[in-house]
Each structure stands twice: as C-alpha cells, then as structure tokens.
C-alpha cells in the first residue's frame, strides 16, 4: 500500500447530452445504482483523504444523491465546461494545503476497481518518484482515444488527443483512460500551464504529462483491463457496463459458494448478499437491499428485493419478494405468491398464489392457495398476524386488522373479519345446498348427454 496521503477529484461536469435525459449522466443506475456511487464506493476502499466531485452549473441531484448515500464529498462547479484541465484547476482550492497524491477520475467511468486505484498510487510513490502515473489500456479500438507517447527508456513522454495525433501517434494502440494519480506538490503548478491551442479549443489535462517532462520530471504508466476503463455516454454503453458489472456479481456469487445453473440470466444489485450453498435457478433478479444465508434454494423466475432470507428457505419458482419480506430458517414460498414487509417464521409454508402484506406469520402456520391479506382498505394500511401452525385455508381474504390464533384454522373460501382464538375453526361461507339428481334432469330437458 501507497504511504502517502491520497486525495480525489471526480469529474463529472459532462452534460451527458448522448443519454438524451432528463437525470444528470452520473446519476444513471448500474447494478442498482447511481454510477457515481460505483465509483466513490470503490474509491472509499483505498481510504482518501478528501475527495472533490467536480459538478457543472445546476446539478444539485448529483450533490443530493451523493450525500444522502452517505459519501463525505466536497462539490466544486465548474461553470463553463472548458475540458478535463480546467476541470480540474476548480479544484485547487479545495485541496490548498493538502500534501500527498491525487487521483483524477471520471464520474462516468465508475468500473475502476480499488486494485488497480492501489496500482497506480504504488507507482507514484515507486521506480524513479514520477510527477504523474496514467492509467492506460490497449482497446480493441483505439479510436478517439488519446494514446500514450513512450520515450526510447519506456517512459511516458506526453499524450496526444486523438484529434491532434499523427498517422504514426494513431498506429499506436496504447491509450489514455483519463485517470491519473499525480504529486500534490506539481498538480497545480502543471495545470496552470495548460493552454486550449488544440484541436477542440479545451485546456486537456493530459498535457501535463508533456509540461511535467519539460520540467524535468518524469513521468510513468500502468496498464488495467478495457473494462475497467468504460466510459458511459449512452444508453448502450450503459448496459455494457451493466453487464460488465453483473458477470463481477455473478462470479463474486459462484466464489463464496452459490451455485448458478445459468449465471448469464441472474441479476444482482451492487449491495446482494448470498451465503454458501445457495442455489439458484435461471432468470432471477435481486434488486437492492437483499441478504440470503446459506442452503437457500432459489428456483427459477423469481423477483427479490429488499428482503432477508434464512438458512434453507426454498423461494420459487415465480415468487416475489418485496421489501421487508423477511422469511425464516425452512421457510417455503412458492409460485406466484407475493409477500411484502411480512414476516414468515421457521417452518411457515406460503406454496401457491397468495399475497401476504403487512403481516406476521407464526412457525409452520400453512397458508394455503389464494390466500389473500387484504392490508389496504384505500387509507391505511393494517396488519394481520397469523399464529404458529394455523392453517390458513384456500382462497380465504384476511381483512385486516385481524389476528388469527396459533393452531386456528380458517375455511377455504372464508373472508375473516374478526379475530379467531386459538386452536378454533372459522368459517364464513355459506352452507352447501346439494338437489340430488338435478345436473341429470337439466341434461335431459336441454337435449344433451
Ligand atoms: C479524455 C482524454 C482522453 C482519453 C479519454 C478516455 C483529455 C483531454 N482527453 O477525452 O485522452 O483517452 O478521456 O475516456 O483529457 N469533464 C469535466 N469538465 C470538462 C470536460 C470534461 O468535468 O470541462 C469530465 C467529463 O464529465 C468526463 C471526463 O471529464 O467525466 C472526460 O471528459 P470527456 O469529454 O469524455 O473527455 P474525452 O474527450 O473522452
Ligand atoms: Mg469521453
């Protein structure tokens, strides 16, 4: 680990005009969400001292979702996007007094990984104490990329834009991600020499790496994966860096000991837990706020969010799960039945079409098919709380509030007002009228076998 202090700036004033929305680009979820939060969240691992998030003119949303995730941040606005130099420069003041390393990142560019963060700062501090380390990669198309100039001894000379490079500069497949880590002590001192006599009129920072050797201090790179360095400017490059972003879920999943059957057709959220020997079937998906312990069997088709799951509780097929489902050791919940902010003891079954809101249900309590907890009466919402080993039976309507005694059992059909004690029965259908031999007689006044 690097032993000088580290700070951040994140550029992020771009106007993500390409996503054609009304949400500021950073904003744009990936694995749940907002990509700034990816990146400050990987960032957070390497422990900076400070951080800056430079924001153009009217991005309060950016400030907000930041804060409220509880990131410690200091915003700086650029006012007028004159290019990643000047961005920068804006956060000069913000860092007057600070000694030690900066890291320049982008916003929209959140799948740099805390390692290699952690390999760039070691090379700061390493081999010949260079002023700068750029993070760089070889794409499979360098295209617009800036690219990085070597010096004969393998150092790195300067950048060249793409829009300023040379045929022979463009041949050259070693590129700039953007993000580097440079000396506190030389930052502002480089910056301030940046001038916008190129190609798009802006003040680039790469152009510190040139006015850095003219100062006679050297200057190195590191190399990461392409995936690492993605930058979002649309909607498609959103979803390539969501599914960058899954198969590092996914194969997270498979080494701490979750089976997948088919891992492509799993969706996870940055902040899923899953325990060991949890199995689980193709086409899931697990929004935020999710923890499964281990020996789960989730089967095929289900949709989870914001609920907690204990050892062996069998989900599935076609379940869902909202938030505040909090479902127990032995747990079984089966197809198409819906449970949110209820809680399902050890043991309790819930196996086919039924929706469980708002409730508490005791250990081994069976509910059974179409049992429906009716937890909104258009005003409020109330709860029902079901006993251990009721036995709830088919298509009975809980109208809650409304509790229902341990070991009680309500009828199939029944539509349960009034709380029922224990161990009673509770019926409210009407009783069964049988006319013998009539489905006979109507068959043979209507002509019909
Ligand atoms: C930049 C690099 C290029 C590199 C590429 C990698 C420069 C001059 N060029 O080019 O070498 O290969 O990234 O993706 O640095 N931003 C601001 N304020 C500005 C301008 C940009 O905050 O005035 C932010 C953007 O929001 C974005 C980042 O800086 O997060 C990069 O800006 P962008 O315009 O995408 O730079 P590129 O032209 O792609
Ligand atoms: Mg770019």
Do not use: W
Request: hydrophobic residues 40%; aromatic residues 6%; glycine residues 12%.
């Amino acid at each position: 680990m690097s032993n000088s202090k580290t700070a951040a700036i994140v550029l992020a004033a771009g106007l993500g005009t390409r996503m054609k929305s009304n949400l500021p680009k950073v904003l744009h979820p990936i694995a749940g969400r907002a990509m700034i939060l990816q990146l400050l969240d990987s960032l957070s691992a390497i422990n900076p001292e400070k951080t800056i998030l430079v924001v153009g003119p009217d991005m309060e949303p950016v400030s907000d979702a930041v804060s409220a995730a509880g990131f410690d941040v200091e915003i700086v606005v650029q006012q007028e996007r004159l290019g990643t130099g000047h961005a920068v420069q804006q956060a000069e003041s913000a860092l007057s007094g600070f000694d030690g390393d900066i890291l320049v990142l982008y916003g929209d560019s959140p799948l740099i990984t805390s390692d290699t963060m952690e390999k760039m700062l070691n090379a700061r501090s390493g081999g010949d104490d260079p002023a700068v380390v750029v993070l760089g990669f070889r794409p499979f198309d360098p295209g617009e990329y800036g690219r990085l100039v070597l010096n004969a001894s393998g150092g790195l000379e300067a950048i060249v834009e793409a829009k300023d490079a040379s045929e022979d500069e463009l041949a050259n497949d070693l590129c700039n991600s953007g993000f580097m880590a440079i000396e506190s002590k030389v930052l502002f001192e480089l910056t301030a020499k940046l001038s916008n006599d190129n190609a798009k009129g802006e003040f680039y920072l790469t152009d510190i790496v040139g006015h850095a050797g003219e100062a006679g201090r050297g200057c190195t790179f590191v190399e990461c994966d392409e995936e690492e360095t993605i930058g979002i400017n649309s909607r498609a490059e959103l979803a390539v860096a969501e599914t960058i972003l899954q198969d590092r879920l996914r194969e997270a999943a498979m080494e701490n000991g979750a089976t997948l059957t088919d891992p492509s057709s799993v969706y996870f959220s940055y902040d899923t837990q899953i325990g060991q020997d949890v199995t689980i079937g193709p086409n899931v998906f697990f929004g935020p706020g999710v923890e499964i312990c281990n020996g789960v069997e989730i089967r095929a088709f289900c949709h989870i969010e914001g609920a907690f799951v204990e050892d062996n509780a069998i989900i599935g097929p076609f379940a869902r799960l909202r938030p505040g489902a909090d479902i127990g050791k032995d747990v079984h919940i089966g197809n198409f039945v819906e449970i949110k902010n209820a809680t399902m003891a050890a043991g309790a079954k819930a196996n086919h079409l039924s929706y469980i809101g708002d409730s508490k249900v005791g250990e081994r309590a069976n509910i059974g098919a179409g049992t429906i907890t009716c937890n909104y009466d258009g005003y409020v919402k109330s709860m029902t709380e079901i006993g251990a080993g009721a036995f709830i039976g088919s298509n009975t309507a809980l109208v809650a509030p409304v509790k229902v005694g341990a070991g009680a059992i309500t009828g199939a059909g029944s539509v349960i007002t009034e709380n029922v004690d224990a161990d009673a029965l509770a019926l409210t259908r009407s009783e069964q009228k049988t006319v013998d031999g009539y489905a006979a007689k109507l068959r043979a006044k209507k002509g019909k076998k």
